[in-house]
């Protein structure tokens, strides 16, 4: 007898205006109860070399119980401009997938979620007390703050705090490059998970510091602010920032929206742009 598989995936596309909706389905064999998580949201990177799309790799997760045999079930819609059509045109798109293990199907994501909540540790930011290391800042401002902390969330500063460096025999740290704003927004998400004041926040620079010191997920809330933010005046100098930390996603959206505002390329920024190679890039994506 035939393998068949126990989930499996359809889709239908629809056009509403100049807007353009693929919808997801998932089809399962038995009775089951499963978690399926997908891309989420319709932001992408072009691999010209591959001629394939992918969806950005940060995922949604659906939850699911005792579904019936051969259920076919709605998860998502992306939805898409006639300039993404023209990106997707002739290439292959690849939408991440994954099913996350659960050991217990009877607990839902709700409660999941309101757990990770109460492992929230900005309290300890706010006043850090049992505090055992210090960061200073370029500016001279000061954070007492806690070595398990920073070492379960980064391996850059894991590393840094062993026995045997300078930083971790002083208890201290100064960060001659970094601003005391700067740090004190990295240091709220890795407390948090989050920052609060979106609107204020130098999303350019936690970049860098979010590719410095391997904070993931920084660098994804990072990357779509500056993708949310983008605008006629800083277009071309978040292209820069994407190409200099490899941010393929942010690249694609602010080379995509370039191409709906051409006349970002008569201003001055663009005339000091020395790296060829992103030139031809922008040129690439321009003609096509």
């Not at 948090?192 to 609107?199: H, P």
């Not at 370039?258 to 190679?277: P, Q, W």
């Amino acid at each position: 007898m035939q393998d068949v598989p126990d989930y499996w995936f359809s889709f239908k596309t629809e056009q509403v205006g100049t807007i353009f909706l693929l919808h997801i389905f998932i089809r399962n064999q038995g009775v089951t109860s499963f978690n399926v998580a997908l891309s989420c949201g319709n932001k992408f990177k072009v691999d010209r070399k591959a001629e394939t799309v992918y969806l950005q790799h940060y995922l949604k997760e659906f939850q699911f119980r005792q579904l019936g045999e051969m259920s076919h079930t709605y998860l998502t819609t992306y939805d898409f401009s006639e300039l993404d059509i023209q990106c997707l045109k002739n290439r292959k798109l690849h939408i991440a997938v994954s099913f996350p293990f659960t050991e217990s199907t009877d607990i839902s994501l709700e409660v999941i979620n309101s757990i990770k909540l109460k492992h929230d540790c900005s309290a300890l930011f706010a006043e850090p007390i049992g505090s055992d290391f210090v960061i200073e800042s370029a500016d001279g401002v000061k954070f007492q703050i806690h070595r398990v902390i920073l070492a379960s969330h980064s391996e850059v500063f894991k590393a840094m705090l062993k026995g045997d460096t300078a930083e971790s025999q002083n208890s201290y740290v100064k960060l001659i490059d970094v601003s005391g704003e700067d740090l004190r927004y990295m240091l709220e998400y890795i407390y948090s998970g989050t920052v609060i004041d979106l609107e204020n926040a130098n999303f350019g620079n936690l970049l860098m510091l979010a590719d410095r010191f391997n904070l993931k997920g920084l660098w994804e809330l990072s990357e779509y602010a500056l993708s949310e933010h983008l605008s006629p005046d800083n277009a071309l100098d978040i292209l820069i920032i994407a190409d200099m930390h490899e941010s393929d996603f942010l690249k694609t959206e602010a080379l995509k929206f370039i191409k709906e505002n051409k006349e970002i390329l008569s201003s001055s920024t663009f005339e000091e742009i020395t790296n060829h190679d992103l030139l031809k890039q922008l040129c690439c994506f321009l003609s096509e």
